[in-house]
């Protein structure tokens, strides 16, 4: 299994230990779209540590209630690093205060290209000796 459609996200896995996950136009992610985002991120790292790529550029809100759950230890089960792709002024202001506000337990930063956060995110998998080959 190397693909999942959530409510709000399409997630892959694009390497071991890195997957990415692309967050859908226009929908609002509620507390029960994190338990499943969660769920979708543990069947593909398949009980290994993982880092995370964000696509967010797409145009969505998240319920105040949605990023408490987020920010819970519990909610990064196996996950090492998160990076962010942003693009709008809006998307920006919504990642740094989610980061600044609600503290990730994991390390995790924005980024404007896809490429910048991958070589950010292979730092994290190099620490824990994964290899990344993408697919």
């Not at 693009?87 to 920006?92: A, E, I, L, P, Q």
Request: with cysteine; charged share 25%; proline share 5%.
């Amino acid at each position: 299994m190397s693909h999942i459609l959530t409510h709000t996200a399409e997630y892959s896995l694009l390497s071991e230990g890195l997957i990415l996950c692309r967050i859908l136009e226009k929908v609002t992610i509620q507390p029960a779209d994190i338990k499943e985002n969660l769920e979708a991120t543990l069947k593909l790292a398949a009980g290994k540590p993982y880092v995370a790529l964000v696509d967010g550029r797409s145009e969505c809100n998240v319920t105040r209630e949605a990023r408490e759950l987020a920010s819970r230890p519990e909610s990064y089960e196996l996950q090492l690093a998160s990076a962010i792709v942003v693009t709008s002024v809006s998307n920006r202001l919504m990642g740094n205060f989610i980061i600044r506000f609600h503290k990730p337990p994991v390390p995790t930063k924005l980024f404007s290209d896809p490429d910048s956060a991958l070589t950010w995110l292979k730092t994290y998998l190099k620490q824990n000796e994964i290899s990344v080959s993408i697919k």
